[in-house]
């Protein structure tokens, strides 16, 4: 679905180039679950914010086989932030189509249909400044969902919640990108996270970001949070700590 | 005590203060001069007798004449401005000498030269109220445009805003709670600048004329009254503006 290649960024501060990602090539197959996991600061959210058209890149190529600007939904790691504080939980999900200048009753439709797909029922007349960090990230999930997406971008989604509400949603997000049959792109800095949700794992290194390594994980879905502690999870997060150690020493 | 009832008796104790303090100094101890601190008694009566009198309507509806249209006018154009400043970081950068040097500048002592171009009439004291106003509006205006989050313009462009949907649907509605200041400070500003201006330039009618005239009659009673009504209609008017606030901006409080 998504092809790319020989992708560069790099940005010139105070007259000094900085090199933030480096050739990057990578292929994400449709409806794959692809988890890209690297060091704080490495350039994770550059790469998926060049993929999603928010910044661009210094040379190479991204191609896809659909158009990313009209099928794209995206999860902020800054989620309140993201939040329109002056609407409704219920205008805040709408907002994607109300942009689209989508009828009233086709917007009615497609939340009720995308909350009885998800299962999220939330108290849709309710302010979202007054909502909990978890509540407030299932509206951006929404958000993100009820443009019925083909790529679905998730940056840290769950760095700010507590752990309780991060597994609850890792499951939520794992059920619905099968049910819903998405391309899902999401940036962990939790490598129990990153193999739990991922089809495959991306390991970057440290900037100048390369890719250190794409592992395949073979684990049956549906994925339960009791799978982090099977000897199959266990056995890929050893690997896994092999690549971490190798990508962030990289340089 | 229920925190919402101590806060009423509160609010009581500070709205009576004040006249308590007053009524105690000039009225049962006359610890000060009458003709420099009259009874509270005989400026309440002068201000009844001020509030129903037909001149006082006259007086009252030219100063909020002055003060309403400088002031929209200000706000009309300062916040239209705000916006292209706050938009653009060449024109902030370009403007930002001139409007410091003008913002530093009272209003008040520029008044010759309203005089000048504008004459003794309306407009000069119209055009005294809407230069603090365009400055501040243009000021508050241009920095909440500036603030405007840049996390809710990337999502709206990720779900395929439009540029102009951009600016009204997320970055003026982002400067909206900063406006919203530019108008508070703008309102208590213009209405002090209309008053000053009656009393400087002069008219025949104007709130700030009559407090003057009683200044040079030697009428006490009369600038106590007379002030007492200027407080009341300023603090009457940001309270409304407070009210609007909470209703239309109510995320800001939380």
């Known amino acids: 679905m998504i092809q790319i290649r020989?992708?560069?960024?790099?940005?010139?501060?105070?007259?000094?180039?900085?090199?933030?990602?480096?050739?990057?090539?990578?292929?994400?197959?449709?409806?794959?679950?692809?988890?890209i996991f690297g060091p704080n600061g490495c350039g994770k959210s550059t790469l998926v914010n060049i993929i999603a058209g928010l910044d661009t890149a210094t040379s190479g190529s991204i191609q896809s086989t659909t158009d990313l600007r009209n099928n794209l939904g995206y999860v902020f790691q800054d989620y309140r932030r993201s939040l329109l504080p002056w609407k409704s939980v219920k205008e805040n999900i709408l907002f994607p189509l109300r942009l689209k200048r989508v009828s009233n009753v086709h917007c009615e439709k497609s939340l009720a249909e995308i909350i009885e797909l998800t299962g999220i029922s939330l108290d849709l007349k309710q302010n979202v400044f007054?909502?909990?960090?978890?509540?407030?990230?299932?509206?951006?999930?929404?958000?993100?969902?009820?443009?019925?997406?083909?790529?679905?971008?998730?940056?840290?989604?769950?760095?700010?919640l507590d752990y309780e509400k991060t597994i609850f949603l890792r499951e939520l997000i794992s059920s619905i990108s099968k049910k819903l049959a998405?391309?899902?792109?999401?940036?962990?800095?939790?490598?129990?996270?990153?193999?739990?949700?991922?089809?495959?794992?991306?390991?970057?290194?440290?900037?100048?970001?390369?890719?250190?390594?794409i592992v395949k994980i073979d684990l049956p879905f549906?994925?339960?949070?009791?799978?982090?502690?099977?000897?199959?999870?266990?056995?890929?997060?050893?690997?896994?700590?092999e690549y971490v150690k190798r990508a962030f020493s990289f340089n | 005590m229920k925190l919402a009832s101590k806060e009423l008796i509160l609010k009581i104790l500070g709205f009576c203060a004040l006249p308590l303090i007053w009524y105690l100094m000039a009225d049962v101890f006359s610890l000060s001069s009458p003709l420099l601190f009259p009874t509270l008694k005989s400026v309440l009566t002068r201000l009844c007798n001020i509030l129903v009198s037909e001149s006082f309507l006259i007086d009252f509806s030219h100063t909020v004449y002055?003060?309403?249209?400088?002031?929209?006018?200000?706000?009309?154009?300062?916040?239209?401005?705000g916006l292209i400043v706050g938009m653009s970081i060449n024109v902030r950068k370009f403007i930002e000498f001139p409007l410091e040097f003008l913002r530093s500048m009272p209003v008040t002592a520029i008044f010759p030269l309203f005089l000048i171009v504008f004459g003794i009439g309306d407009p000069s004291k119209i055009a005294m109220a809407f230069t603090p106003t365009f400055l501040l509006m243009l000021v508050n205006t241009s920095y909440g445009v500036t603030l405007a989050d840049i996390t809710r313009r990337r999502m709206a462009f990720v779900f395929g805003a439009s540029q102009q949907d951009i600016f009204f649907k997320i970055i003026t509605m982002d400067a909206l709670p900063q406006i919203f200041v530019g108008l508070r400070l703008a309102l208590s500003q213009s209405l002090i600048v209309t008053v000053v201006s009656e009393m400087f330039i002069g008219t025949d009618y104007g709130l700030?004329?009559?407090?003057?005239?009683?200044?040079?009659t030697n009428s006490i009673t009369s600038l106590y009254a007379f002030l007492i009504v200027l407080g009341i209609i300023g603090y009457l008017i940001n309270k409304a503006l407070l009210m609007i606030e909470k209703r239309y901006i109510f995320w800001t409080a939380k």
């Open chain 1, 6 to 35: 020989n992708l560069s960024k790099s940005y010139i501060l105070k007259g000094i180039t900085k090199n933030i990602l480096d050739n990057i090539n990578l292929d994400v197959a449709e409806h794959s679950f692809t988890t």
């Open chain 1, 130 to 160: 007054s909502l909990s960090g978890g509540q407030a990230q299932l509206v951006c999930i929404l958000r993100a969902l009820i443009v019925r997406p083909k790529l679905l971008i998730l940056d840290e989604p769950f760095a700010a």
């Open chain 1, 182 to 213: 998405l391309t899902v792109l999401f940036i962990s800095h939790d490598l129990d996270e990153a193999i739990y949700l991922g089809d495959q794992v991306i390991f970057l290194t440290n900037a100048p970001t390369k890719i250190d390594n």
């Open chain 1, 222 to 241: 549906p994925r339960e949070q009791n799978l982090t502690t099977s000897k199959e999870f266990i056995i890929y997060k050893e690997n896994a700590l």
């Open chain 2, 66 to 81: 002055r003060w309403m249209l400088g002031f929209s006018l200000g706000v009309i154009t300062g916040t239209f401005c």
């Open chain 2, 208 to 216: 700030g004329q009559r407090v003057y005239d009683s200044y040079l």
